[in-house]
């Protein structure tokens, strides 16, 4: 199985950003972008004109993770600012969802949805087949280094199953607790995309080289 690595920049020091941002261009899939909007989680982090900025020297692609209100108010602004995909909170689409998933496909991205925790997988089960990306949230949205939630491994594993039994092309992404304390329980229910935080990957040394060899090493302890 080939794993890929999408880094959350809402972990990064901003103070080194470009040095940051080159040195993930040569190591991570993607740059995971989180957008915030104090209302749908209360915090507020990156937003579609920094993503903007980062688009300039980013090499790799940006997936924007949208934990607000009203997500299709940010589409436009998101697909100008470089996203590659689209990810909004399927607690927050249902409402419109079709319409949501065909305007970011107009606008020549991705799309994805997000289930937070206590999400069944049922909520998006009538587009899921629409999805590129299915970002499955194994901590409640909207901060960073929080307590793994382990109720989340059924419901990967049953996005797995769905994707097997129905050929469905959707990545499966998990946000939130990658570390090496979960690396094993997150591959064997079936993730395919780990979004790298403070936990995983920022945290481990100030020197995101190190940070990242570090994880990298981890990660094939407990994988292989």
């Known amino acids: 199985m080939f794993y890929k690595f999408s ?27 989180d957008i915030m909007d104090g209302h749908y989680v209360k915090n507020l982090t990156l937003s579609p004109v920094i993503m903007a900025q980062i688009k300039k020297i980013a090499k790799i692609p940006m997936d924007a993770h949208l934990m607000v ?28 969802a079709f319409r949501t998933i065909y305007r970011i496909r ?12 206590a999400t069944p997988l049922e909520y998006a089960g009538y587009y899921i087949h629409l999805l590129d990306k299915l970002t499955l949230m194994t901590v409640d949205a909207g901060y960073a280094a929080q307590r793994f939630v382990p109720e989340v491994l059924d419901k990967i594993k049953q996005a797995k199953k769905w994707k097997e039994e129905n050929g469905y092309n959707y990545l499966i992404e998990v946000d939130g607790a990658c570390n090496e ?9 079936g993730a395919e995309v780990f979004v790298m935080g403070s936990t995983g990957l920022f945290g481990l040394d100030e020197d ?10 981890r990660f094939k302890r407990q994988l292989y």
């Open 208 to 217: 995101l080289e190190k940070a990242w060899q570090k994880m990298a090493e």
């Open 7 to 33: 880094a959350s920049l809402m972990c990064m020091n901003f103070v080194e950003l470009k040095n940051q941002i080159d040195i993930l261009n040569s190591k991570a899939d993607f740059l995971h972008v």
């Open 106 to 117: 107009e606008l020549g991205c991705k799309a994805g949805i997000a289930l937070n925790p």
């Open 69 to 96: 209100d009203n997500p299709s108010d940010y589409l436009d602004a998101l697909a100008e600012a470089g996203a590659c995909c689209i990810t909004p909170h399927a607690e927050t689409v249902n409402k419109d």
């Open 181 to 189: 304390k979960t690396y094993r329980l997150l591959a064997d229910a």
